[in-house]
């Protein structure tokens, strides 16, 4: 096995048992190796979230395997709390905890789930407060704080954890227009430090400076994986064409 | 005398006042006991109402069914005369009138039956907080108790505090039934009170005025705390 892998997709499906039966999967395969930024675009409905979120097992592949570090965590007897603990994930509706302070939101993880020393997280949490540029505000609420500011916030939460790929879901999408710059701010200084990451995202212009590879999907399937030079430059797919000759 | 007369002669309050104000204390106490007693119950209920588990959930929900399909009165003659019949308790006299060898038994029948619909509220409660919270938290490695301890339940509870509250003065018009164990409550010195002067109708008058002094100003109360509750969302 190579080690560079940092997480392999095998052939997974996905149907949700919901009375529409919905194959939002239909047979996907990808490598994701460290240190990548892979971005994953497509029309709404295309499974680009149900993907995100099968990475992490939030949810369960109908078939097929998640290969993360070696270990099939697709397999019912992995304890995947162990795993998620290492992969990062960022919400388009932020999902900040409001009963807890912003300080509390990025400790919580670490001291409960991994055991780490209240101070060492502490210290840990405000310096990447201070990285996302709000340290200042560690003991506010997060109804005190502005969409961007809470997505900074929901980006080092999940940092607070250390983990070893970030798993990002439309992260700008629910933002007003104006507060889009500083969220992808931070996600391009993160890439830059080689922070292994996974984009859904509606933004060309940021698939197309920090991607390192771009992904269309389309009715549940990977149709284009490519570098976004060509991906953007010379599309051949026809319904990649079709979905760039709309969105750009 | 006239229905008015009937209604309003009220001249049995010098005799009989101290059993009205002793009911009075025995409601509230046995209501808020109950009520308090129920909460335990009904969050074990709730979680085995939203587990996994087929079994959990099928002990819970016929727990719930069966105690909502059944009337109060039939549920303490059974907790009373079942059960406690092979218990004897310490019979010793609270605010030196209320025997607890009745009121315990009393209370363990109110408060099965509260926990109960108790249950369905917290089960409410926690099914009203925001999916993405649970998936922000298990994302994050926590596990499913982790979840709801740290995560899910604090934000339940502002949820589930006016439902427990309405809870609170359904109660206090529920435990009327408990005079029939022999617990001095309102509704038990009403009883007396009309027998004992032969007045039927006047003394349940006051005790309807009684009832709902208590009940009408806890129930404005609660919709204030409700709608304070939802003032302190985002
Ligand atoms: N929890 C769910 N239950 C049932 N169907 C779902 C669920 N989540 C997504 N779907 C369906 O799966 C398909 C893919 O959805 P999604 O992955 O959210 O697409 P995208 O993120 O590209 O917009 C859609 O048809 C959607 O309706
Ligand atoms: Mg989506």
């Known amino acids: ?248 | 005398m006239t229905l008015w007369q009937r209604m309003t002669n009220f001249s049995f309050l010098p005799d009989y006042a101290p059993y009205f104000i002793n009911g009075i204390i025995c409601t509230l106490l046995l209501s808020v006991v109950s009520v308090f007693v129920a909460i335990i119950p009904a969050l074990c209920l709730a979680l085995m109402r939203l587990s996994k588990s087929k079994i959990l959930r099928g002990i819970s929900g016929a727990y719930i069914q069966v105690f909502r399909s059944t009337p109060l009165l039939v549920q303490l003659f059974i907790v009373y005369f079942g059960p406690f019949t092979a218990i004897t308790l310490p019979s010793y006299k609270m605010f030196g009138f209320i025997d607890t060898a009745i009121f315990i038994p009393g209370v363990v029948a109110l408060a099965l039956n509260s926990s109960a619909y108790v249950a369905e509220s917290i089960r409410a409660g926690i099914l009203a907080v925001d999916k993405g919270q649970t998936e922000a938290a298990r994302s994050l490695g926590l596990t499913q108790a982790q979840t709801m301890r740290y995560i899910v339940l604090p934000q339940a509870i502002k949820n589930i505090i006016p439902t427990l509250a309405n809870e609170l003065v359904t109660m206090i018009k529920e435990t009327s039934v408990i005079g029939y164990l022999g617990v001095q409550d309102l509704m038990w010195g009403t009883k007396t009170t009309a027998g004992a002067t032969f007045l039927p109708l006047s003394p349940y008058i006051l005790a309807a005025a009684i009832y709902f002094c208590i009940n009408f100003p806890a129930g404005k109360a609660v919709e204030a705390l409700e709608r304070r509750m939802r003032r302190g969302d985002k």
């Open chain 1, 1 to 248: 096995m190579e080690t560079n892998k940092l997480i392999q997709v095998k052939d997974v499906y996905k149907r949700f048992e919901d009375g529409n039966m919905t194959v939002a999967l239909d047979h996907c395969s990808l490598e994701i190796r460290k240190g990548e930024v892979v971005v994953i675009v497509g029309p709404s409905g295309s499974g680009k979230s149900t993907m995100l979120r099968t990475l992490n097992m939030l949810e369960v592949p109908t078939s097929g395997e998640i290969i993360f570090e070696g270990v099939n965590i697709a397999d019912k007897s992995v304890d995947i709390n162990v795993h998620r603990q290492k992969m990062g994930m960022v919400f388009q509706h932020f999902n900040l905890f409001p009963h807890k302070t912003i300080l509390e939101n990025l400790t919580l993880a670490p001291i409960k789930v991994k055991g780490e020393d209240h101070r060492t997280v502490e210290e840990r949490a405000m310096r990447l407060l201070g990285i996302v540029g709000l340290a200042d505000r560690a003991h506010d609420y997060p109804s005190q704080l502005s969409g961007g500011q809470k997505q900074r916030v929901a980006i080092a939460r999940a940092l607070c954890m250390q983990p070893e790929v970030m798993l990002f879901d439309e992260p700008t999408s629910a933002l007003d227009p104006e507060m889009v710059g500083e969220v992808l701010e931070v996600m391009r200084d993160l890439a830059k430090h080689g922070m292994t990451m996974v984009v859904v995202t509606h933004e060309m212009g940021f698939a197309r400076e920090v991607g390192t590879r771009v992904i269309f999907m389309d009715q549940g399937k990977i149709l284009v994986d490519e570098d976004p030079k060509t991906f953007f430059e010379k599309p051949e797919n026809p319904r990649l064409q079709d979905f760039l000759a709309k969105v750009l």
